[in-house]
């Protein structure tokens, strides 16, 4: 009779068993049960475990180019090291204006937008969240006022003569002795002049293969022509007796432009800017009697190496900006390596540090009122023998911190915040410090997405790992979404269904012709895929499929309409749904980012400590980017 008993009590408590490992079978809610075994208690009655929101950009584009110019839209700096990731792409007529709609994590608060022609034509600005929601004007507002650099500030910017148009007149010396009539004009072998040579209005001179532009005289080469450029594309250009100047107007949009070339090579002595703009992809050379000045309304960008040097070897302020009070500031821009022998004095000038780029100024670095710096990059640094810090200095809002190494920083009272101070350390001496280039091609841009993980046993589940079917799905570019089946962590029949009728009828997705997520890796139901580690990047040929969709109508901040279906091998079934009422147990999380998803039964509150609080209202929207 006792062993009847016994073999009674074992049935009962197997069956006990089998019932618990399938809860989701059951009729019965089990909201008490999985609120019981869930890592968060007391849950935050408005916490609907959604991280993502739905953001817009307003952008105006009046470059009076009449041309069509893509917009696209990235959650950092677009050319920082390990670059960004793509949240939206437009197309904009130039004298017009379109807001542009896309998901984002809720806690973005700055986006880079680049308006683009050609991978040679490219400007980039950075735009703060202002009122919930961004704004960027490129060229002049379409009310006629300078774009607002409150509101953006420029980042990247590309002179628009960097390709010698077919057709230019090839040029020797007598053309240069009065070339004002408009047009193009090019070099192709080496010309020397003795006289200075004045650029006028709409003259675009280039100095192509084989050519070479030496003036040997005391006279100078002057750019102060509307609408005026010289592009040093891969020659040279050799001024060593006399200056390089440009002239424009403040707030023109037809200024004078220079620009040298990835193979180009620029030597001049002085350097006088004012109102221009001024770009070197190559190596630029400024071996100096009276500096490197930049006046009001210097748009200048180093991408590769430029060296200011002092013929008189002592420790003038050889690159400076000047004061201008009340006039346009200049814009100093470097992913490059700028190497300075002497001294450097700024001014009224706003200064962006983004990838590798390194400032290195022998001497002292004196900072005066109105300078800002914005930093983009962790291996960006200011490199000075001695630093002298005005209280007008300040780093803007969002940036990384201003790595500072030099032997005396001043008075510490006045650092502004976020700046960081290391030890010195040897510099690149290298041709450039950092890797550079034009616009990335449409086809190489790195889409934003969003990770969706789902639980598949509703109630009885106590891993809480989101990882038995994990998703990437990608912003809406180009009027379609991409899913990409990141992994299959149950041992159940699954298939991925999708709605874009705001949940009125849902569709099975196909993965590789497979409905079935084992299916679709190839491998039995039984077995998992992916689990053992997260996956972050799936450029390598996952699983995916593409939704097309119309007018942004998908929107993963919004709803998701996302779902699993999953069958147990008894063939019942249930439906798990991407998204959450206020106040219940999740069994999907949508996370806005490719999210690190924690491993086969390692719980969420395990790798992610900050979950907890967050889920009781009490914590970040940003807990999944602190990870044991």
Not at 84 to 90: G, N
Not at 279 to 294: K, P, Q, S, V, Y
Not at 382 to 409: F, H, N, P, Q, Y
Not at 464 to 477: A, K, R, S
């Amino acid at each position: 009779m006792k062993k009847s008993l016994s073999i009674l009590l074992f049935a009962v408590l197997a069956s006990g068993c089998m019932k618990r490992e399938n809860l989701y079978d059951e009729e019965r809610a089990a909201e008490e049960e999985a609120k019981k075994n869930f890592p968060v208690q007391n849950i935050d009655p408005e916490q609907d475990w959604n991280m993502g929101t739905s953001r817009s950009l307003n952008v105006s584009v009046n470059e009076k180019t009449g041309e069509t110019y893509t917009i696209k839209v990235y959650d950092g700096y677009p050319f920082a090291a390990g670059g960004a990731c793509l949240l939206a792409k437009e197309v904009v007529k130039d004298g017009g204006m379109k807001t542009i709609k896309f998901d984002a994590p809720a806690i973005l608060t700055r986006v880079y937008v680049m308006r683009r022609l050609t991978s040679t034509d490219y400007y980039v600005k950075a735009a703060d969240l202002r009122d919930g929601q961004f704004e960027v004007i490129f060229g002049e507002s379409l009310s006629g006022a300078a774009g607002a650099r409150s509101v953006a500030k420029a980042m990247a910017f590309s002179p628009r003569y960097r390709e010698c148009p077919a057709g230019a007149e090839e040029v020797e010396e007598q053309d240069l002795k009065n070339l004002n009539k408009a047009g193009n004009y090019v070099i192709r072998t080496e010309v020397t002049v003795d006289e200075g040579v004045k650029i006028g209005n709409d003259v675009h001179l280039y100095i192509a293969e084989g050519g070479a532009l030496v003036m040997t005289g005391t006279g100078g080469l002057r750019i102060d022509g509307k609408n005026s450029s010289v592009s040093v594309l891969e020659g040279r250009l050799e001024i060593p007796r006399a200056d390089l100047e440009m002239n424009g107007s403040n707030g023109n949009n037809e200024n004078p432009q220079f620009y040298c070339g990835e193979e180009g090579i620029v030597s001049v002595e002085d350097v006088d800017l004012k109102a221009c703009v001024w770009m070197n992809d190559g190596m630029f050379t400024a071996l100096t009697d009276d500096g490197f000045e930049m006046g009001h309304g210097v748009q200048l960008q180093n991408n590769c190496r430029l060296e200011i040097k002092s013929k008189k070897g002592g420790k003038d302020d050889i690159l400076r900006t000047a004061a201008d009070k009340g006039a346009a500031y200049s814009v100093f821009n470097n992913q490059g390596y700028v190497v300075v022998d002497g001294d450097a004095s700024w001014e009224n000038i706003y200064v962006n540090l983004a990838g590798e780029g390194v400032f290195h100024i022998k001497g002292e670095l004196d900072l005066e009122d109105n300078v800002t710096f914005s930093v983009i990059g962790a291996n960006t640094l200011i490199k000075a023998g001695e630093m002298d810090w005005s209280e007008e200095v300040t780093v803007s809002e969002g940036s990384s911190s201003l790595r500072v190494a030099c032997g005396d920083i001043g008075d510490e009272n006045n650092l502004p915040d976020h700046v960081e101070i290391v030890n010195p350390f040897l510099i690149d001496e290298g041709e450039c410090t950092v890797a550079h280039g034009n616009a990335e091609e449409d086809d190489k841009d790195k889409l934003a997405v969003a990770t969706f993980g789902f639980e598949d046993i509703i109630g009885g589940t106590t891993d809480y790992d989101f990882n038995d079917v994990v998703l990437h799905v990608t912003n809406v570019i180009d009027n379609k979404i991409k899913v990409i089946l990141v992994a299959a962590g149950a041992t159940n029949a699954i298939t991925v269904q999708y709605s874009l009728d705001n949940g009125a009828g849902y569709t099975d997705l196909l993965f590789n012709g497979e409905q079935e997520v084992h299916a679709a890796f190839g491998v039995p139901v039984t077995q998992m895929k992916n689990t053992d580690r997260p996956v972050i990047d799936t450029d390598a040929g996952f699983p995916s499929c593409m939704i097309p969709v119309s007018d942004n109508d998908f929107s993963f901040a919004a709803n998701g309409r996302i779902r699993i279906h999953v069958t147990n091998e008894e063939g019942k079934s249930h439906l798990v749904e991407s998204h959450t009422a206020a106040g219940g147990v999740p069994y999907a999380l949508c996370v806005p980012v490719a999210w690190s998803y924690p491993v086969e039964h390692q719980r969420i509150d395990a790798k992610f400590p900050q979950f907890e609080e967050w889920g009781q209202g009490i914590g970040s929207e940003d807990w999944y980017k602190t990870e044991l």
